[in-house]
């Protein structure tokens, strides 16, 4: 018999199925048992009686064979889109069998520490809440993709290991490349850019590898990026476009996974219109909205982004704050100064519920002024000849921006940590297994420095 995928039994009642899946409970009643049955299109209540019972388990994956009957009235489950039938089993055949679960998985949240949630990060992840995470963060890059094309961007793949570092400065991963020094990329950022004299547009899906000696919520050593460069564009465009892309990337994935938004108890987006801050505007709105005078700082910090999406939300309606112009000196080298004002450059960060998920700029597209600032950042030109080459022979005024996929995805959830919005996390302490010998590495998540944008 050809296999019906769990949902679809919702049309086939009074007719034989055969399910496959996985066994997600058991609850005995005397000579009846009944089993929750898990697949990729949902769950079914599964009602199996004498002699036909094998030993089960969860997690065993199992074939069953069955008639699809309705449920009484008074026993239909509502939470679920198959809680009006159920499968009375006829054969249950244990396809595979799966050794004794070292923690219950059978409630509606998983209740773990977090080391242990990544300690048995391939069995967590079959949990339902945990799973949902995984599929808001593909509506994420649904929509990041369906925009992106919509601008005529075009979708190129990037190399993941570089001749230079992409930003210079000592947080990077060093490769033994065939007894030559190289580096996994900090970001997309250079291809991106040498590929704007080609396509004009484009847009990437990315690694982005950050050796940075933190362990904090919000950040990761290796973290995925969404990216686009546009030419022919000017700074207030940059802007347009990547208020543009943030906007209805985040609309697409809510609109695609209002269940599981509701089942987080999360409230809709606000998406007011939002404000344009510069830097030290948006220190003198803390200043005065909040009592706190970071008015001489370079950068914002944690707190202050919390705050002034706070402001935004109260005075805009908007769960969203553009903060523009940062110190060019803390910027990438590849940022283009304000000719107004030199010390601040045409940069900007996208705040989104209290933390930033964009990075970009306007960059810089003069070759000979590229080359001055690489010279006085302390660097060698000559380590970005292939880079400087579209410069060199023609590069238009040109910009974009980088979007955080787990920070995006941790903050349309509300999750406490970013680990939590990544598959297989890699930070400081883990690269799948757990790398310090002693100690429970949790006792130090959260508590690390703030890194650099």
Known sequence: MERTLILDCNVKVGEEVKICGWVYTRRDHGKILFLDV??????IQVVATG????ELHPQDVVSITGKVNKRQENLVNKNIPTGEIEVYAENIE?????????????????DLQLPTLLDFRSLTLRHPKVKEIFKVQAAILEGFR?????????EIVVPEIAASATEGGAEVFHVDYYGHSAFMTQS???????LVPVFERVFTIAHAYRAEPSVTTRHLSVSTQLDCEFGFVEFEEVLDLMEQVGIETIKFAENQSKDILKDFGIKPVAFGK??????????????????????????????DEVDICQWSLKTHGSDFVTITHFPTAKRAFYSKPDTKDPEYSLSFDFLFRGVEIVSGAQRINDYQQLVD????????????????????????????????LERMTMHMLGLANVREASLFPRDMERVDIRLSAKGNPSTTLGTGVKREK
């Open 373 to 404: 600032v690489i010279k006085a950042r302390g660097m060698d030109p000559e380590n970005f000849e292939m880079y400087l080459q579209a410069f060199k022979y023609g590069m238009p005024p040109e910009g974009g921006f980088s979007f955080g």
């Open 188 to 194: 997309p950022q250079l291809y991106k850019q040498m």
């Open 274 to 303: 939002v404000p344009r801050l510069t830097l030290r505007e948006t220190q003198e709105i803390i200043f005065k909205e909040f009592g706190r005078d970071a008015r001489l700082e370079k950068d914002l910090a944690p707190q």
């Open 146 to 154: 369906k925009i992106s094309k919509e601008l005529d961007c075009v």
């Open 51 to 54: 002699g036909k019972i094998p």
């Open 38 to 43: 898990t697949d990729r299109s949902g769950l």
């Open 94 to 110: 244990v396809l595979s069998k799966a050794a004794e679960l070292p923690f219950d998985m059978g409630g509606k949240e998983l």
